[in-house]
C-alpha cells in the first residue's frame, strides 16, 4: 500500500462519521430492544401468549428484512446522509408512537414503521466506512460502528428497565422517540457524504485497490443481477444462520431469565446488560483481526471470511452450553462469551461487504446480506414462543439455534468464494456470474 497521509479534512469526517453512526446505532438497537425489556408488563396489559408476544417481536423484524432490499439500492443511489437521516425521523416517530397505543394492531403497525425507518442504518455504514476508509482498513471501522448494537444491547437492560419501574413502559418508549429525533438532527448538521468533503487524493487513495466500479449508477436491472452471483446468495444464507442465532438471546433474552431461571425483572436489567458488553470487546476484535488478516497476506475477502465461520461455531457451541447448564454463574457466562464470539462474526461479515461487491454497491450488497440475516431474525421469536409455549423450556430453541449458526458458518465457507466484480452486473456479453460459473 502506498504511503500517503490523508488531509485533515479526511480525518475529521472519518472521526465524525464513526461517532454518529456509533450514537445512532446505540438508539437503533435501544429502540429495538424495548419491547424484548417490556415483555413480560406488555403482555399483561395486554393480555397476550409468549406466541403472539412473539408474532409482535418478528414484526419489527419482518419489515426491516424486507425494507433492507429497497434501502441498499436508495443509500447507494442518494447517499447516506439523506436516507439514513430520514430513517431516523420515522423510526423515533414510530418508537414515539407505541406509548400511545391502545391495542395489538396498533402496537403491531408502530412495530413495522420501526422496521421501516431502522432499515438504512447498517447499510449506511458500510458505505460510510467504504466511502471514507481504505479497503485494507476497513476491518477495525466497521467494527468500531458495528459495536453500537452491542452497547446499545447492554444498555437497554439497566436503561430502559429504569424507565419503565420509574414511570411505566409507555413513557419508556415515548422518550427514546425523542432520543432519537435529536441524533437525526446532529447527523443533517455534522455529517457530509465524500463527494461534498475532502480532497482528490484523499478519494483516489481510498477507492486503490477497490474492486472494479461499474460504469453506470445503481440501477434495479444491475442490482437485480446481484442476485445472479454466487456470493451474494452464500451472503444471504450465511447471514440467515447467524441472524437467526443472534435474535433468539436479542428477542429473547430477557425472558429466558426471567422464565427459563426465575429471576426477577430488577435482577434481569442487571445481568442482561452483561453479555452485550462482551459483545463490544468482540466486534471490535474481529475488525481489528480482519485488518490484521489483510496485513499478512491474506486476500481482503478471506481475512473478513475466517472470523465469520470461527464467530459463528463458537458461538453455537456455546449456545449448546447454554442450553443444559443450570446455575446463574455457568448460564451468564455461556452466554457472555457466545455474545463476545457473536460480536467478532457481525462484525466480519459487515466488513465482508466492502470486499465482496464494487464500491458503488457496498449499501446494496450489504442490504441484501442483512435481508437473509433478518429472515433469519423473523423466523427466530415466533419459533422460539412457540417452543416456549409447547414445551416450556428455552432447551430446544436454543439447540435449533445453534444448528442455524452451524450452517451459516459452512455456507460462508464454501459460497463466498470470490468477490463480484463490476464488470458481472454490466451488459457485457460473456461474461458470468460465480453463481452460473459455480
Same mark, same amino acid.
Given at each position: 500500500?502506498?504511503?500517503?497521509?490523508?488531509?485533515?479534512? @479526511?480525518?475529521?469526517?472519518?472521526?465524525?462519521?464513526?461517532?454518529?453512526?456509533?450514537?445512532?446505532?446505540?438508539?437503533?438497537?435501544?429502540?429495538?430492544?424495548? &419491547?424484548?425489556?417490556?415483555?413480560?408488563?406488555?403482555?399483561?396489559?395486554?393480555?397476550?401468549?409468549?406466541?403472539? @408476544?412473539?408474532?409482535?417481536?418478528?414484526?419489527?423484524?419482518?419489515?426491516?428484512?424486507?425494507?433492507?432490499?429497497?434501502?441498499?439500492? &436508495?443509500?447507494?443511489?442518494?447517499? #447516506?446522509?439523506?436516507?439514513?437521516?430520514?430513517?431516523?425521523?420515522?423510526?423515533?416517530?414510530?418508537?414515539?408512537?407505541? !406509548?400511545?397505543?391502545?391495542?395489538?394492531?396498533?402496537?403491531?403497525?408502530?412495530?413495522?414503521?420501526?422496521?421501516?425507518?431502522?432499515?438504512?442504518?447498517? #447499510?449506511?455504514?458500510?458505505?460510510?466506512?467504504?466511502?471514507?476508509?481504505?479497503?485494507?482498513?476497513?476491518?477495525? #471501522?466497521?467494527?468500531? %460502528?458495528?459495536?453500537?448494537?452491542?452497547?446499545?444491547?447492554?444498555?437497554?437492560?439497566?436503561?430502559?428497565?429504569?424507565? @419503565?419501574?420509574?414511570?411505566?413502559?409507555?413513557? @419508556?418508549?415515548?422518550?427514546?422517540?425523542?432520543?432519537?429525533?435529536?441524533?437525526?438532527?446532529?447527523?443533517?448538521?455534522?455529517?457530509?457524504?465524500?463527494?461534498?468533503?475532502?480532497?482528490?487524493?484523499?478519494?483516489?487513495?481510498?477507492?486503490?485497490?477497490?474492486?472494479?466500479?461499474?460504469?453506470?449508477?445503481?440501477?434495479?436491472?444491475?442490482?437485480?443481477?446481484?442476485?445472479?452471483?454466487?456470493?451474494?446468495?452464500?451472503?444471504?444464507?450465511?447471514?440467515?444462520?447467524?441472524?437467526?442465532?443472534?435474535?433468539?438471546?436479542?428477542?429473547?433474552?430477557?425472558? %429466558? &431469565?426471567?422464565?427459563?431461571?426465575?429471576?426477577?425483572?430488577?435482577?434481569?436489567?442487571?445481568?442482561?446488560?452483561?453479555?452485550?458488553?462482551?459483545?463490544?470487546?468482540?466486534?471490535?476484535?474481529?475488525?481489528?483481526?480482519?485488518?490484521?488478516?489483510?496485513?499478512?497476506?491474506?486476500?481482503?475477502?478471506?481475512?473478513?471470511?475466517?472470523?465469520?465461520?470461527?464467530?459463528?461455531?463458537?458461538?453455537?457451541?456455546?449456545?449448546?452450553?447454554?442450553?443444559?447448564?443450570?446455575?446463574?454463574?455457568?448460564?451468564?457466562?455461556?452466554?457472555?462469551?457466545?455474545?463476545?464470539?457473536?460480536?467478532?462474526?457481525?462484525?466480519?461479515?459487515?466488513?465482508?461487504?466492502?470486499?465482496?461487491?464494487?464500491?458503488?454497491?457496498?449499501?446494496?450488497?450489504?442490504?441484501?446480506?442483512?435481508?437473509?440475516?433478518?429472515?433469519?431474525?423473523?423466523?427466530?421469536?415466533? =419459533?422460539?414462543?412457540?417452543?416456549?409455549?409447547?414445551? !416450556?423450556?428455552?432447551?430446544?430453541?436454543?439447540?435449533?439455534?445453534?444448528?442455524?449458526?452451524?450452517?451459516?458458518?459452512?455456507?460462508?465457507?464454501?459460497?463466498?468464494?470470490? #468477490?463480484?466484480?463490476?464488470?458481472?452486473?454490466?451488459?457485457?456479453?460473456?461474461?458470468?456470474?460465480?453463481? =452460473?460459473?459455480?
Amino acid at each position: 500500500m502506498p504511503t500517503f497521509k490523508p488531509s485533515p479534512q @479526511m480525518r475529521r469526517m472519518q472521526i465524525i462519521a464513526l461517532l454518529l453512526l456509533v450514537a445512532s446505532g446505540i438508539v437503533n438497537y435501544l429502540d429495538r430492544s424495548a &419491547l424484548s425489556i417490556a415483555n413480560i408488563e406488555v403482555r399483561q396489559e395486554l393480555g397476550l401468549s409468549a406466541t403472539v @408476544m412473539g408474532v409482535l417481536l418478528s414484526a419489527f423484524l419482518m419489515s426491516y428484512a424486507f425494507s433492507q432490499l429497497p434501502a441498499g439500492i &436508495l443509500v447507494d443511489r442518494v447517499g #447516506p446522509r439523506v436516507l439514513l437521516g430520514v430513517g431516523l425521523v420515522i423510526w423515533s416517530v414510530a418508537q414515539g408512537a407505541a !406509548g400511545f397505543v391502545t391495542s395489538y394492531a396498533q402496537f403491531f403497525a408502530a412495530r413495522i414503521g420501526l422496521g421501516i425507518g431502522e432499515s438504512p442504518q447498517f #447499510p449506511t455504514g458500510a458505505r460510510v466506512v467504504s466511502n471514507w476508509f481504505h479497503v485494507k482498513e476497513r476491518g477495525l #471501522p466497521t467494527g468500531i %460502528f458495528n459495536s453500537a448494537p452491542s452497547i446499545g444491547t447492554a444498555l437497554a437492560p439497566p436503561i430502559l428497565t429504569w424507565l @419503565m419501574l420509574a414511570y411505566g413502559w409507555r413513557i @419508556m418508549f415515548i422518550v427514546m422517540g425523542a432520543v432519537g429525533l435529536v441524533v437525526a438532527i446532529a447527523w443533517f448538521v455534522f455529517y457530509r457524504d465524500a463527494d461534498q468533503y475532502g480532497t482528490d487524493e484523499d478519494r483516489d487513495y481510498i477507492r486503490s485497490g477497490d474492486t472494479a466500479r461499474t460504469s453506470s449508477p445503481v440501477g434495479l436491472k444491475q442490482w437485480g443481477r446481484l442476485f445472479r452471483c454466487r456470493t451474494t446468495w452464500g451472503m444471504i444464507i450465511g447471514n440467515f444462520g447467524g441472524g437467526y442465532l443472534t435474535w433468539v438471546y436479542y428477542a429473547w433474552l430477557p425472558g %429466558f &431469565l426471567e422464565i427459563q431461571h426465575h429471576m426477577s425483572i430488577a435482577r434481569t436489567g442487571i445481568f442482561a446488560a452483561i453479555p452485550p458488553i462482551f459483545g463490544i470487546v468482540g466486534s471490535l476484535f474481529g475488525g481489528y483481526a480482519s485488518d490484521r488478516l489483510a496485513a499478512h497476506g491474506f486476500t481482503p475477502l478471506n481475512s473478513r471470511k475466517i472470523p465469520i465461520i470461527c464467530g459463528l461455531l463458537g458461538t453455537a457451541a456455546l449456545t449448546i452450553a447454554t442450553a443444559y447448564a443450570t446455575s446463574e454463574t455457568a448460564v451468564m457466562s455461556y452466554i457472555s462469551l457466545a455474545y463476545l464470539l457473536s460480536g467478532v462474526a457481525s462484525a466480519s461479515i459487515w466488513a465482508i461487504v466492502t470486499a465482496a461487491a464494487p464500491p458503488d454497491y457496498i449499501a446494496s450488497s450489504g442490504s441484501i446480506q442483512n435481508f437473509g440475516g433478518y429472515l433469519g431474525g423473523t423466523c427466530s421469536p415466533i =419459533v422460539t414462543g412457540i417452543i416456549v409455549d409447547v414445551t !416450556g423450556s428455552f432447551v430446544l430453541a436454543l439447540l435449533i439455534g445453534a444448528g442455524m449458526a452451524v450452517m451459516g458458518a459452512l455456507v460462508y465457507l464454501l459460497m463466498v468464494t470470490n #468477490p463480484i466484480s463490476g464488470a458481472e452486473l454490466e451488459d457485457q456479453p460473456g461474461v458470468t456470474p460465480h453463481a =452460473v460459473a459455480g
